[in-house]
């Protein structure tokens, strides 16, 4: 029973151990390099397996190829992209900031040729008005005209819908009023009202 628990603990890895052949400069090595990581050497190994199985690499020949390929690849695309950058600055610096450049420049030695000294203007400050915060009941011409306008045909559409209305007084019930109105100008009106 205590070997079938021996064997289970093993095939699980949770604490069964196995001896490896390896050469001692090989050890040496590799007990060097797994001090790096504060890691045991179990950990270290198994990490380096899972990189390689993960990464399709093959640390006897095309693995450090693909991976030395993929960061050439890589600077090729960055080194484009830094092309292109400093392109886009070339143009910037031809199209704009030269020609303002030189604008300025040849505005500075018109001024230095002239020889005139700049003289100051007298800056005058105005009284600080409180007038406009007292409520006035005044509205502009144009305002008031558009205005009286809009009332003007506002007045005139309420004419016509009261000329169209109608009483009506039925045999039985109360009087109503009703409106002869077709359907398309009550949905106008509908529409305008909103």
């Known amino acids: 029973m205590e070997k079938q628990l021996a064997k289970d603990k093993t095939k699980k890895g949770s604490g069964g151990y196995s ?15 797994s001090k790096k990581f504060n890691k045991s050497h179990s950990e270290v190994l198994d990490g380096m397996i899972s990189y390689f199985k993960e ?4 640390p006897f020949g095309e693995g450090t190829k693909i991976i030395l390929d993929s960061i050439k690849k890589l600077e090729r ?9 400093i392109a886009i600055i070339k143009n910037m610096e031809k199209t704009s900031i030269r020609p303002t ?4 420049l040849i505005l500075y030695e018109a001024y230095v040729k002239d020889g005139r000294k700049p003289t ?4 005058n400050i105005q009284k600080e008005r409180k007038d406009f ?22 007045k005139k559409r309420c004419n016509e819908i009261l000329n169209k ?30």
């Open 101 to 104: 450049y030189e604008m300025v």
């Open 133 to 154: 915060l007292e409520p006035r009941n005044t509205v502009p011409k144009t305002e008031h005209d558009r205005v009286l306008k809009e009332f003007e045909s506002y």
């Open 55 to 58: 990464n399709n690499l093959d």
């Open 77 to 85: 695309q960055m080194m484009k992209k830094i092309d292109r950058l």
């Open 165 to 194: 209305v109608e009483k009506v007084e039925p045999i039985m019930g109360k009087p109503y009023l009703k409106i002869n109105m077709g359907i398309g100008d009550f949905e106008s009106l509908k529409y305008q009202l909103k």
């Open 19 to 33: 001896n490896i052949t390896i050469k001692k400069e090989t050890a040496t090595r590799f007990r060097s390099y």
């Open 120 to 123: 100051r203007e007298t800056v």
